[in-house]
């Protein structure tokens, strides 16, 4: 398994749908702003500058309910090597009690950003991930 990035997530009132848990929206902006937290966090800041992430698909696992007041640990880490300009992202959000509640994988493309198009995804980009 690659380097794993860490980040520690508050359920608030605000996230919770009702059903009296988190919602299912509110996973998915996780998700983001976990992923993008964990870009800004390893890239280097050029590539930051350079490119920019998109989501093409998310494949996620509702395991178990969250509720307001609890401390999530959001865990994430890339796939083994990008396709073109795709490249796969994993996560998983761990309960205070040690369980798992949201297992996701998602599948991201980045776009240059002087082009706004895709590109293929650069070897020193890629490297810090999966060192």
Known sequence: MNPIFTASIMATPADIDELGHVNNAVWVRWIQEVAVAHWNAVAHPAHVDAYVWVVVRHEIDYLRAAFA???????????????????????????????????ARTQWAIIDKASGRPIRVPADVVAPFLE
Request: proline share 3%; hydrophobic share 35%.
């Open 69 to 103: 007041g609890e401390t999530l640990t959001a865990r994430t880490w890339v796939g083994e090597a990008p396709r073109g300009a795709r490249f796969d992202r994993y996560i998983e959000f761990i309960g205070e009690n040690g369980q798992a509640r949201v297992r």
